[in-house]
């Protein structure tokens, strides 16, 4: 089973930033990885994904405001998250990349922006 432990969110007030941080376990970090969200009620969606090489992508909404990185050296991922919307608020979760397996998934870490 692969571990996945993401840290970093909290609340935050429209406008502002965080930086999200996902450590991994095991053979899923060789993969391209991504960042996911689940907003309460609806399914959860892609966000970003970045390749062993660092090739990024995003989804739209978040384009120019969000950055994902990575440290392969310390098997984690991150997603600087800038001009926070409230349309942002939802659990985020770290994984492999939209077209790959992922055996299983992390508790993910809220990111609630409210003023």
């Known amino acids: 089973q692969v571990q996945l432990v993401e840290s970093g969110g909290g609340l935050v007030q429209p406008g502002g930033s965080l930086t999200l941080s996902c450590a991994a376990s095991g053979s899923i970090f060789t993969n391209a990885m991504g960042w996911y969200r689940q907003a309460p009620g609806k399914q959860r969606e892609w966000v970003a994904g970045?390749?062993?090489?660092?090739?990024?992508n995003y989804r739209d909404s978040v384009k120019g405001r969000f950055t994902i990185s990575r440290d392969n050296a310390k098997n984690t991922v991150y997603l600087q998250m800038n001009s926070l919307k409230p349309e942002d608020t939802a659990v985020y979760y770290c994984?492999?990349?939209?077209?790959?397996?992922?055996?299983?998934w992390g508790q993910g870490t809220q990111v609630t922006v409210s003023s």
């Open positions: 970045i390749t062993r090489g660092g090739i990024v």
């Open positions: 994984n492999a990349d939209r077209f790959y397996p992922k055996p299983n």
